[in-house]
C-alpha cells in the first residue's frame, strides 16, 4: 500500500453492504435446520405425551378389572351367605349371617362407587389419548413440512450466498492486491465488519475512536485500518 493510494468510500460502502448481505444470508442458513431440530424436538414431546397418557390408561383399565373382579367376588359370596342364612341351624347363626351379608353388601357398594368413579376417569383419560394423538398427528405434519421448507430455503439461500461471493469477489477486485490479500485473512473473524464505515467519530466494528489524523488521511480517501480490530475504515458517504 502506498502512501498515495487513495480508494473510492462509495466502493467501500458498497462492499460493506454486500457483506452484511453476506452474513445475513449465511446466519439464515445456519438457523435453519434449527427449525427443524425445534418442531423435531416439540414432536418428541408429544409423543411423550401420548405414550405417558396411553401408559396411564391402562393402569386404570387395570384397577377397574380388578375391582370389577373383586365386586365380583363378594356379590357371589353375598349370594353363599344368603343360600347359608336359608339353611340357617339356629337364630344365632341366622342373625350373624345376615350381619354379614348387611356388611358385605355395604361394602360392595362401596366398590360400586369407586368402580363408576374409575370409569369415568377412564371416560376422561380415552378423550385425552385421543387429543393427544391429534396433537401428535399435527405435529409429525408440522415437522415434515419444515423439513421441505428449509430444504428449499437453504437452497435458495446457498445460490444467494455464491451470488453475493461473486459480487464481493468482484469488488474486492477493485482494492489494491495487498490490502486486498489482508482484508481476506481477516474476514473470517471480521465478517460483514471487514469493511465498516466510521460512525459518530468511532470504528463501527469495535468503536475504538478516530484520531483527527486517520480522519483527515480518510476524508483524502487513503485506505485506513482500524488499529484496534484492523477493520477497513471509511467515510459512510453523506
Ligand atoms: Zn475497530
Known amino acids: 500500500m502506498t502512501p498515495t493510494a487513495t480508494i473510492e468510500p462509495a466502493l467501500l460502502a458498497l462492499l460493506h453492504v454486500k457483506l452484511r448481505l453476506f452474513y445475513e444470508c449465511s446466519e439464515q442458513a445456519a438457523r435453519a435446520p434449527k427449525q427443524v431440530e425445534f418442531a423435531k424436538q416439540r414432536e418428541d414431546q408429544y409423543r411423550h405425551k401420548l405414550e405417558t397418557t396411553t401408559q396411564q390408561l391402562q393402569e386404570l383399565r387395570r384397577k377397574a378389572k380388578d375391582k370389577q373382579n373383586e365386586l365380583g367376588t363378594r356379590e357371589a359370596q353375598v349370594k353363599k351367605m344368603q343360600v347359608q342364612r336359608d339353611g340357617a341351624a339356629n337364630n344365632k347363626e341366622y342373625a350373624m349371617l345376615g350381619d354379614n ?135 459512510p458517504p453523506a
Not at 465488519?193 to 476524508?219: E, F, Y
Open 101 to 235: 351379608i348387611q356388611a358385605t353388601i355395604a361394602a360392595n357398594e362401596v366398590l360400586g362407587v369407586e368402580l363408576f368413579e374409575l370409569l369415568e376417569q377412564i371416560d376422561a383419560m380415552v378423550q385425552q389419548e385421543k387429543s393427544a394423538a391429534d396433537v401428535l398427528g399435527k405435529s409429525v405434519a408440522e415437522t415434515k413440512s419444515t423439513m421441505e421448507q428449509t430444504s428449499s430455503a437453504v437452497k435458495k439461500l446457498e445460490q444467494e450466498l455464491a451470488r453475493l461471493e461473486g459480487e464481493l469477489d468482484e469488488l474486492f477486485r477493485k482494492v489494491p492486491p495487498e490490502l486486498r490479500t489482508e482484508l481476506q485473512r481477516k474476514r473470517p473473524a471480521l465478517r460483514e465488519k471487514t469493511v465498516t464505515p466510521v460512525d459518530d467519530g468511532a470504528c463501527s466494528s469495535c468503536w475504538q475512536m478516530i484520531t483527527p489524523q486517520m480522519r483527515s488521511a480518510l476524508l483524502m480517501k487513503h485506505p485506513i485500518l482500524c488499529p484496534a480490530c484492523g477493520a477497513l475504515l471509511f467515510m
